[in-house]
């Protein structure tokens, strides 16, 4: 009897991490049995979370072999060395992730940056699909893009493409997680601003008594209430997404642009906001050529993306 072949996509996220098992062919998951958890802030820890979940997962696949994992997380990171040089969202440095996970799982693992790879499986099994070139944008902890071109993903001579997240768009800013000031994360990134609603609301309550907001959620629903102070917050953090969609669109001309992450699908103010401002912000033929849709795989795109580098590596 032939053992079943099946593909590990692992997606590790600055606040969550999603573990899947799938069948080759089969990017979107269709019905695959998946784990999620915070993730933990010691990547040994992560790893041994993930490696304990493959067991589970196999099981509720109904049985089989892993042949091949594919992995991503927020970063700059080395794909080739399978290492998370430093990323400000995990707060993990100099992490050999593949190496650690392909030691304990004894299967080859590739490594890719979470936007790159939430492009590829857009292009491959959501609203990518026969678009070329293809460009996925993430707004979420962080914010990336992923390009995706003939269908490979178009990463760069240094492995940097995408970084449009760290795109200054104003040298007196605000403070971004990766040290300097003004770039597009640090307005609409949920790191950022989580750190601009304590500097704006220092006080542990409203005037009015409520709770001060905390995170990127509470800021949008105390701007939809009327709030002048996250009302500011939230149309900057539009104002960025606007900015760097609209370069995506001067640079790439891309077919599609798809937005995701928990920002971007969560918020739908925030994403037609931005579109309309891109529009405006974008040369008159770059704007008028825009097509920008939301993300078609959801919290699944960076599994999906995982897949696809999963089952490469697997047939070589």
């Known amino acids: 009897m032939t053992t079943r072949r099946l593909l590990l996509a692992v997606d590790v996220g600055?606040?969550?991490?999603?573990?899947?098992?799938?069948?080759?062919?089969?990017?979107?998951?269709v019905a695959a049995p998946t784990e999620r958890w915070a993730t933990p802030r010691d990547p040994l820890a992560s790893v041994t979370e993930i490696a304990a979940a493959v067991t589970r997962l196999v099981r509720s696949?109904?049985?089989?072999?892993?042949?091949?994992?594919?992995?991503?997380?927020?970063g700059p990171l080395d794909a080739a060395a399978g290492r998370i040089d430093f990323s400000p969202n995990l707060g993990w440095r100099d992490v050999p992730l593949a190496g650690w996970l392909s030691d304990r799982l004894g299967v080859p693992v590739v490594l890719e940056d979470d936007a790159t790879a939430a492009a590829l499986g857009e292009a491959h099994a959501g609203a990518g699909r026969d678009a070329d070139p293809f460009a996925y944008l993430t707004v979420s902890s962080g914010v990336g893009a992923g390009v995706v071109?003939?269908?490979?993903?178009?990463?760069?001579?240094?492995?940097?493409?995408?970084?449009?997240?760290?795109?200054?768009?104003?040298?007196g800013g605000p403070r971004c997680g990766c040290g300097r000031r003004g770039d597009v994360e640090?307005?609409?990134?949920?790191?950022?601003?989580?750190?601009?609603?304590r500097e704006t609301w220092p006080g542990r309550l409203l005037p009015g008594g409520a709770p001060a907001p905390?995170?990127?959620?509470a800021i949008f629903r105390l701007a939809r209430g009327g709030d002048p102070d996250a009302a500011r917050l939230v149309e900057e953090a539009a104002e960025a997404?606007?900015?760097?969609i609209a370069a995506l669109g001067a640079v790439l001309d891309p077919a599609i642009i798809a937005l995701g992450g928990s920002l971007a699908l969560g918020q739908p103010w925030l994403r037609r906001r931005a579109i309309a401002l891109a529009r405006r912000r974008a040369m008159a033929e770059t704007g008028r050529a825009l097509v920008v849709v939301p993300a078609a795989l959801g919290d699944g795109?960076?599994?999906?993306?995982?897949?696809v580098l999963a089952e490469r590596l697997a047939t070589g």
């Open 14 to 29: 600055a606040t969550k991490t999603l573990v899947s098992i799938r069948e080759p062919g089969d990017p979107a998951g």
């Open 61 to 74: 696949a109904g049985g089989g072999r892993v042949v091949a994992a594919g992995v991503v997380a927020p």
């Open 149 to 171: 071109v003939g269908g490979r993903s178009l990463r760069g001579a240094h492995g940097l493409a995408g970084e449009v997240g760290h795109l200054v768009i104003d040298p």
């Open 186 to 197: 640090s307005y609409t990134g949920g790191a950022s601003l989580a750190r601009r609603a």
């Open 214 to 217: 905390r995170d990127a959620a």
């Open 241 to 244: 997404v606007a900015r760097a």
């Open 301 to 307: 795109s960076c599994l999906a993306g995982a897949t």
